[in-house]
């Protein structure tokens, strides 16, 4: 009978040589196999080996403190290719300091390239990146001075009279993975962890190139005793077995939960146990936004304002049941955590693995999409990857924005130190932000509006004093708060002058108010008043 290879932790790390390329498997920190990671760097910091290493990750894999952040030294990695770092400070720091090369790629196309790679092919094509800062004719994703003059990981490619991108296979030496369960074979099956994520398609990737999969578990099962429906990875594939003997730390759901099983599926909690979120800048940006929606309609939340806010709404309002909330991690339904958690949620109804929601995604489009932004320009074009000297990427933006059919930006106006007050049913500025995101031009294009516009793409950009459209003429005024100067509040406060729309109109006064607001119901009489004006049309 084949043998599970279990190991100790050190003995795993100690497999991986100098300039080996490694790619792990993990969403935040969930899936991150801290027990071989930390001994991976303890390795490295006590005799300075493994070094040289080329990471290659899909999403982003921090909580700021642990995760792939294991990898972030000089000298241990010489280049990273990855999804995002916007919760993975030492990355940022490394990149920004040219201490290191950094490609950064859509988080779709990455998990799904390796599936692209376990079959055998030289890559993957796709539209996705298109007129971002993606395309090798615009910065190639390569995120710092040291990487400029390297290799493109992306090459554009004529097919059918088109453009696309053509993303190519990245040879993997180790791949690094997590399960719940091994068995005396080394089958791996998942049933305690929050997120399916990229597990199988990066294992099979790794074999296609003669690569070694280390695997982190909490527990050994007899063999037989796994239903064979819930083996993720065949112990086949596996060349290491790690059992984690420090599970509360080493081994946690995510970064503030150990186990909570209404996380993975195994208990639904009543709803009167979520609390409502008080009324805050973020809150009223979340209820604004929502109010572009449809019933009926599957709707995606990013991170940021979005996925800390939307769930939380819809399940206050009493909308859960009406619209299918999901989360590029794989998740439908349920009510998202955010932060250092983004990508979990409770009483989720399905939970798909990471590439598989990326074809919905970048295939037939999510309906709807709620997503952070930092700046837009005169063109609509929209920053959501690059402030300043952080360098946070892409994540899942590029792959969701691109496809979906209708974007909803969510920002406050203004950045650095905004105060606002909602007494009275208005909006009074107590101080405003020092850093303008309504900018002449983006320091970074992650969302393309002339592209966009083109193709008649429906694009909102909602903030807490003024909502803009995205029109053939670019982004036009549409509203604003009640209790807001025109000129003083709005205008001053932007590096361009918008088309205003002559039918400007006041921001419904409701979404800055205590308690629910009746999101509901305005959802449902608005969807009335459309299908009149449509019958008697």
Known sequence: MLKANVVSADAAAAMIGDGA????????????????L?????????????????LVHASGQSDRVRGNQHFAHEGMTRR??????????????????????????????????????????PGKMSKVGLGTYIDPRVEGGKMNARTRPLPDLVEVMRYGGEDYLFYKAIPLDVVIVRGTTADEMGNVTCEEEAMKLEAIGAVLAAKRFGGKVLVQVKRLARTGTLHPKDVVVPGYFVDAVVVCDDPEN???????????????????????????????????????????????????????IPNDVIGAIAAEEGLADDILLTVESGLYGGIPEGGVDFGIARNTLALLEHPVQ????????????FMGAGEMDAAGNVNATKFGDRCTGCGGFIDITQNAGHVIFCSTFTARGLE?????????????????????????????????????????????????????????????APGVDLE??????????????????????????????????????????????????
């Not at 390329?21 to 969403?27: F, L």
């Not at 999804?83 to 950064?104: C, Q, S």
């Not at 020092?434 to 083109?454: C, D, H, T, Y």
Request: hydrophobic share 40%.
């Open 21 to 36: 390329t490694v790619a792990t498997v993990g969403m935040t920190l969930v899936g991150a196999a801290e027990s071989i």
């Open 38 to 54: 930390t001994a991976i760097e303890r390795r490295f910091l006590d005799g300075g080996s493994p070094r040289d290493l080329t």
């Open 80 to 121: 990273v290719i990855g999804g995002h770092w916007g919760l993975a400070p030492k990355w940022m720091e490394l990149i920004t300091g040219d201490k290191v090369e950094a490609y950064n790629l859509p988080q779709g196309q990455l998990a799904q390239l390796y599936r692209s790679m376990a079959c055998g092919l």
């Open 250 to 304: 080493d081994h946690r759901q995510s970064s503030s939960f150990f186990f909570d099983p209404s996380l993975c599926g195994d208990l639904v909690i009543p709803e009167a146990a979520v609390r409502p979120l008080p009324l805050s800048v973020r809150k009223a940006i979340g209820r604004r936004a929502m109010m572009e929606l449809l019933p009926g309609a599957a709707i995606n939340l990013g991170t940021g």
């Open 358 to 369: 990326m074809d919905f995604y970048n295939g037939m489009g999510v309906p709807f999409t």
């Open 420 to 480: 606002v007050d909602f007494s009275g049913d208005r909006l009074t500025i107590v101080r405003e932000g020092s850093e303008r995101k309504l900018v002449a031009r983006v320091a970074q294009v992650s969302f393309n509006g002339e592209i966009a516009r083109r193709k008649g793409q429906k694009v909102h950009f909602v903030t807490e004093r003024a909502v803009f459209e995205l029109r053939p003429e670019g982004p036009v005024l549409i509203e604003i």
């Open 488 to 537: 003083r509040d709005v205008l001053s406060q932007m590096e361009f002058r918008p088309a205003i729309s002559p039918a400007l109109k006041t921001i419904d006064p409701a979404i800055y108010r205590e308690g629910r607001f009746g999101l509901r119901e305005r959802l449902f009489a608005n969807h009335r008043k459309t299908f009149a004006q449509g019958d008697q049309a």
